[in-house]
């Protein structure tokens, strides 16, 4: 039988180790503590969950810092080495449970992607556990002439998540129609001037970007949209217009 291996978390070395079979443990510790009393903390075994996704995680703590961790970096990090640019943790049998080093691998984004997809462990849309909308739902948000954050607001999302849809990074699957939404000429609209982009907008009127954003095309907070300022406005227009819901 193979022996476990064990080696220090990066970042918590003298704290936690992980193994090579994505087991987590806290090794002992022998201190003295601000009174001058020595102490004595024996290891043990941390309790791992999962975080939602499928991943699996624990909570580290270190000298009063508390942080949520997931196992799969952990490993790689300790018996591979860290993360090249631009690069992610990819699990060689499609099980993110699985978090033995012989599993893991640093890949692509679009290598993880392959691999869920050969696995069938890629959850799309409205099967995804985490997902809030429907498919109903964003045929709405790419039918709708509103803005991100007007459409955000009805479907209880961020305006984030509407624009990564109407640009196709998101619910893909989605087969896209005429009359839905397209990328579109933008115009920031301060007092009567029209500008093409937001940072040549700040910079003319001297405003900060975020707060131009903001008085331009309103903001939602706590599940209340707040309308664009008096005088402020943003527009888009291209040669597919949306269809009203």
């Not at 000429?185 to 700040?202: F, I, M, Q, R, S």
């Amino acid at each position: 039988m193979t022996e476990e291996i064990w080696k220090d978390i990066v970042g918590l070395e003298g704290w936690y180790q992980v193994s090579d079979l994505g087991r987590v443990r806290s090794v002992d510790r022998d201190f003295v503590d601000r009174r001058g009393h020595r102490r004595f903390f024996p290891g043990a075994m941390i309790v791992i969950t999962d975080d939602g996704a499928g991943y699996q995680k624990f909570l580290s703590h270190k000298a009063g810092v508390k942080k949520n961790l997931t196992v799969h970096t952990c490993v790689l990090e300790a018996f591979t080495g860290p993360a090249p640019a631009g690069l992610e943790c990819c699990h060689g049998n499609g099980n993110r449970k699985d978090n033995r080093h012989s599993n893991l691998r640093w890949g692509t984004k679009a290598e993880n992607a392959k691999d869920r997809e050969l696995h069938g462990t890629a959850i799309k849309g409205a099967d995804s556990p985490n997902s809030k909308l429907t498919e109903q739902d964003v045929t709405s948000i790419l039918r709708s002439p509103d803005s991100h954050a007007e459409v955000a607001s009805r479907h209880g999302v961020t305006a984030e998540l509407v624009g990564l849809i109407r640009n196709g990074k998101a619910w893909k699957h989605i087969e896209r129609q005429p009359g839905m939404y397209a990328k579109r000429k933008k115009a920031w609209l301060v007092n009567g001037k029209a500008y093409d982009t937001l940072p040549e907008a700040a910079a003319a009127e001297g405003i900060a970007q975020h707060v131009l954003r903001y008085k331009c095309q309103g903001r939602t907070s706590n599940g209340k949209f707040y309308p664009p300022a008096p005088g402020f406005g943003f527009v888009e227009s291209s040669a597919s217009q949306a269809v009203p819901e």
